[in-house]
């Protein structure tokens, strides 16, 4: 088995690379090939911008989809793309690792999203979901955030982290990943102390060994469910008999009466 790990974050000693680290660890020790990308010290570029196809098919205006899908047919993506593509290809498992800034991901990571999930090389229009490129790999997210776990529920005041990790997970499954639950490590504060140092410390020193006790359990991890293509009408709408996994999507009947 082999497993691809991205990490997004700037600082080579950062907690997030340390847990990126410690994936490799657990992995290997089960006998996992393990790759990973650096984004930060591999000095990927996240910006989608035409210097990157010097062949382009319209070099008049820049369209970032039909400049992948002309690249993609030419065998012309750039090299840190089909480098990327290529992990993916070989890996039976991605792990996307990266602390939440501003409740998002850090712009690395979305630009990462942006660039490798090239049009025409990644994903068609018949190349989607259960469809996907990569059907039959699993991917999760690892992810670290500043405050406690209550304050990330769905009552928490920085957000239910399940919706805001979802957007994530979306495009993941709609790439063809079967999308297991994600890994949050809570309470990641670096450098502010909003709490004792000692408890700071222990709970530091947990969380790694958490992650790596989730990796030995891997084949069991719980799957978040997404709408496979046949749950969809002719015009993009989910059909009235499939299930509903989306936590954006409302019947009609649940809709308030104005």
Known sequence: MRAHIVLAHPEPQSYNAHLARTAQSALQARGWATTLSDLYAQGFDPCERAVHYPAALHPERFDAQAEQRHASQQRALPEAVRQEVAHLDAADLLILQFPLWWHMPPAMLKGWFDRVFAFGEVYRSN??????????????????????????????????IDLMLWPINFSLAYVGFTVLQHFVGYGVEGTLRYSDPAAIEARLARIPQDWAQSLTEIDTRAVIPFNRMADWGTDGRIKPDAPVYSPYIRRLKDLPLE
């Open 127 to 160: 190349q989607r979901f259960e469809y996907g490129r990569f059907a039959g790999k699993r991917a999760m997210l690892s992810v670290t955030v500043g405050t406690s776990e209550a304050t990330y529920g769905h009552d928490g005041r920085s957000g239910d």
